[in-house]
């Protein structure tokens, strides 16, 4: 058993995650930006006494020293996995509402870590394929990214419009983290867990249709009609399951192979087309829906193809074994039938 203090707790990562942990004997606390989500996280845990799921409150991660409080612990914590950080495209100001926050949310939890909680010994942070990804190179067939690539991606670039300030978000706030553990030298160990398109079920207690994580927002539109007229282009073309994501970053904090790691977590491709064509075949009642013939086409692959990827440390030390893409659709359908679609 691991006391660990899991950040974000209401994020569609950090849920999964608090899932995995709590079923795996670890003793948990984790922050949240109000007391009613507390509430909802522990009403739908009402097995898990106070000394397995506890709390913090942290109501703004950018501030530096928003999880002062938060990192000391009565046993002590033993490790971190830090999956809060802003994620979405409604930015006015990408330095403020982008950049600021992802850095200093990572820099200040590290920092607060070494300063009052020397007994945490691994902090696994949640990176993305963003920081990964060569954004310039398009789909650059003959490429195969893994956990040696770097987003080349300047802080003027980032200022230039919300896509390019969260890919610089997530690429500036992991090269910060890696540079603090190199500079400061802590007690922890640090892993990161970069994955591409996240989608799967939502925990219902949550979730709205609204409030989707902007992956499955392409599935929910797509059953809902919304994307009859023409399907939109599948943009990053690697996907992982979140239940994948979250057991990578609970492994990556159970493994002692895993100190001082990235790991490039993905299942492999995926095309908008094939989304809507398993939704048809899976759910013939909502066929009527979904784009055909030409509507189809900008969802499919591009004709001379896409990047390679390779998976394999995480495979290796994490030991992944990646859900298939039919049955992350199917699941995630039915789970936002659950809330609405």
């Not at 995650?17 to 606390?29: A, E, F, P, T």
């Not at 942290?58 to 046993?75: L, M, T």
């Not at 009642?285 to 692959?301: C, Q, S, W």
Request: net charge neutral; charged share 25%; with cysteine.
């Amino acid at each position: 058993m691991t006391r660990v203090l899991l950040t974000g707790g209401s994020g569609f990562i950090a849920a999964h995650c608090l899932d995995i942990l709590l079923k795996r004997g670890h003793s948990v606390v984790t922050t949240v930006r109000t007391a009613e989500k507390a509430q909802k996280i522990k009403e739908a845990h009402p097995s898990y006494s106070k000394d397995k799921l506890d709390f913090a409150i942290v109501e703004d991660i950018a501030k530096p020293d928003a999880f002062d409080n938060a990192v000391i612990s009565e046993p002590p914590f033993e490790a971190v996995i830090h999956t809060a950080s802003p994620f979405h495209f409604n930015v006015t100001d990408p330095k403020k509402d982008l950049l600021d926050p992802a850095i200093i949310g990572t820099t200040g939890i590290l920092k607060a870590i070494k300063k009052s909680a020397p007994t945490v010994q691994r902090v696994v942070i949640t990176s993305s394929f963003a920081a990964i990804l060569n954004p310039y190179k398009g789909n650059w067939p003959g490429k195969t990214y893994s956990e040696a690539d770097w987003n080349p991606i300047t802080e003027e670039q980032a200022l230039e419009n919300p896509a390019n300030g969260y890919r610089a978000s997530k690429t500036f706030a992991e090269r910060a983290a890696w540079k603090f553990v190199e500079e400061e030298k802590p007690n922890f160990s640090l892993a990161t867990c970069n994955p591409p398109l996240v989608f799967g079920p939502v925990v219902h207690y949550l979730n709205s249709l609204d409030s989707l994580n902007t992956s499955n927002q392409r599935i929910r539109d797509l059953m809902i009609g919304k994307s009859k007229s023409g399907i939109p282009p599948t943009g990053t073309y690697a996907w992982i399951d979140v239940r994948d994501v979250a057991l990578a970053h609970v492994r990556a904090m159970e493994v002692p192979e895993a100190a001082n790691k990235r790991f490039f977590i993905t299942a492999g491709f995926f095309s908008n087309k094939e989304i809507s064509d398993i939704i048809g075949e899976k759910f013939p009642e909502m066929k009527a829906g979904l784009p055909t013939g030409d509507a189809l086409k900008p969802g499919d692959y591009p004709e001379d193809g896409v990047f390679k990827i390779d998976n394999k440390r995480s495979v290796d030390i994490l030991g992944l074994k990646y859900r298939g893409f039919e049955d992350c659709v199917v699941d995630t359908v039915k789970s936002l039938q659950g809330v609405g679609a």
